[in-house]
């Protein structure tokens, strides 16, 4: 087959070969035929990606290369900020936006052990576990509906002279309220995460400007597992406008190097061996320098191909999951007094991740999600619902220590017992989200 050919040719032979597959073997399976059941999510693709993954995996570099390079440039380039470092998941992500903030880099804004960050309760739970990992204390606010989202009408009463940080995401797509946030963390001095994993392409309109949600406050993180916004399969992103938080997060993603070379790269700086670190000796091989307790959080560059290609097709994922999400409201409008419906942040374009629901007094969720999962429409529940009530609070619960509730979190847990989402993935056609309302509309037929 590849006799008398180059590699070059040997290689377009085989991309060649992997369209035809794409077209003959994987177009069909993302066509949603009546009577299949309706996922919450999927992965959406062409054969770019294939091609891509194919692409990469004939180099067998394997770790990060020219396609990670790539999908830094140009992911940095979407979501406005000059730094992105890929990562190998959404939660490691999480994991090295808290972990950056802190480094002794930092000075007398590094987090402690011991010092506070304010965050929600009814969220995924990798938001809050490197904070409670590292020996900080979470403070919990309430939820507001049908944003929901923290309320911040609750920041000054969580606030203490610990308070460091506040790390939180934005729920199913719909921003937080950034203005008013952002302003609290400025005022007090404090750090911003923007955990944006369900909300890649959603806009906040702040400083005269749409800005893509994560690119506002210090660090935001992405996750690119496959019910996301975009897939590498797993994968994630950390980003940042600040030069050295930028350096910090990539030591910690890279073992804790002091080192900022690319892998395979040597000596970029030109002081590879002339230059004191600690108590090292003189000259000790810079790319055996740890300025901090790191890991190994990098992706491959097989996943980083798949990347690129996905976020090519980003404006029109969220282009669909925006109409998704109006028609199916438009069709649930003469429900509202069976269900709360979910409204947009004011001066927010959400790029949404699901359709939140709140049952109403006289409406049982569980026999309404029931109801729908036997009819084929997958549901899920906002996440942790209230996370200080999961199985891994019970030692702190226990004891009432390692985390704090400013108030209380009431609507949170109205959130936990009453609320589901269906999903508004971009794969879905017109019919699926016609046929979700028709169950919504439908419940009474429960008996």
């Given at each position: 087959m590849f006799e008398n050919k180059t590699e070059g040719q040997a290689r377009e032979a085989i991309l060649a070969f992997v369209e035809e597959y794409y077209?003959?073997?994987?177009?069909?399976?993302?066509?949603?035929?009546?009577?299949?059941?309706?996922?919450?999510?999927?992965?959406?693709?062409?054969?770019?990606?294939?091609?891509?993954?194919?692409d990469s995996s004939l180099e067998f570099w394997l770790t990060s290369g020219r396609y990670t390079e790539q999908f830094e440039r140009e992911f940095a380039a979407y979501i406005g900020t000059p730094y992105c470092s890929l990562v190998n998941s959404g939660s490691s992500a999480n994991l090295l936006a808290f972990m950056a903030l802190t480094s002794p880099l930092l000075g007398e804004r590094q987090i402690r052990r011991g010092d506070e960050v304010i965050t929600v309760a009814a969220g995924f739970p990798t938001t809050v576990a490197p904070c409670i990992q590292y020996g900080a204390v979470p403070v919990f606010v309430d939820m507001a509906i049908p944003q929901y989202n923290l309320d911040v009408g609750q920041l000054e009463q969580a606030l203490s002279e610990k308070t460091k940080a506040v790390m939180v995401a934005h729920t199913l797509g719909n921003p937080f309220d950034l203005k008013a946030v952002r302003e609290f963390c400025s005022r007090h001095g404090l750090w911003l995460v923007e955990d944006n994993c369900d909300a890649l392409g959603s806009e906040y309109f702040i400083d005269g400007a749409w800005k893509k949600t994560g690119s506002i406050g210090d660090i935001g993180t992405s996750s690119f597992y496959p019910p996301h916004h975009m897939t590498m399969g797993e994968g994630g992103a950390v980003y940042t406008s600040s030069p050295l938080l930028h350096k910090i997060i990539r030591s910690l993603r890279d073992w804790g190097r002091d080192c900022m070379c690319p892998s395979g790269t040597d000596n970029l700086c030109g002081h590879r061996f002339d230059r004191q670190y600690g108590e090292l000796p003189a000259g000790y091989d810079h790319k055996y320098v740890y300025s901090h307790f790191g890991y190994n959080l990098k992706a491959t560059d097989m996943q980083a191909a798949v990347g690129c290609a996905q976020l090519g097709r980003l404006p029109e994922f969220t282009k669909r999951r925006r109409e998704n999400f109006a028609r199916l409201k438009e069709k649930l409008a003469g429900m509202e007094s069976c269900f709360i419906l979910p409204e947009p942040c004011p001066d927010s374009n959400p790029s949404w991740f699901g359709f939140l629901i709140t049952c109403r007094d006289g409406v049982d969720k569980n026999k309404l999600v029931g109801y729908l999962e036997g009819h084929g429409i997958q549901t899920r529940m906002l996440f942790s619902g209230n996370l200080v009530?999961?199985?891994?609070?019970?030692?702190?619960?226990?004891?009432?220590?390692?985390?704090?509730?400013?108030?209380?979190?009431?609507?949170?847990?109205?959130?936990?017992?009453?609320?589901?989402?269906?999903?508004?993935?971009?794969g879905m056609k017109p019919e699926m989200i016609d046929y979700m309302a028709e169950k919504l509309c439908g419940y009474q037929e429960m008996g």
């Open positions: 077209e003959k073997f994987h177009r069909d399976k993302q066509n949603w035929q009546e009577g299949q059941r309706i996922s919450y999510a999927s992965r959406v693709y062409g054969q770019e990606e294939l091609r891509n993954l194919v009530k999961q199985p891994c609070f019970d030692g702190m619960r226990s004891k009432q220590e390692g985390y704090r509730v400013a108030g209380s979190l009431k609507v949170t847990d109205l959130i936990m017992e009453k609320s589901f989402w269906v999903g508004l993935y971009p």
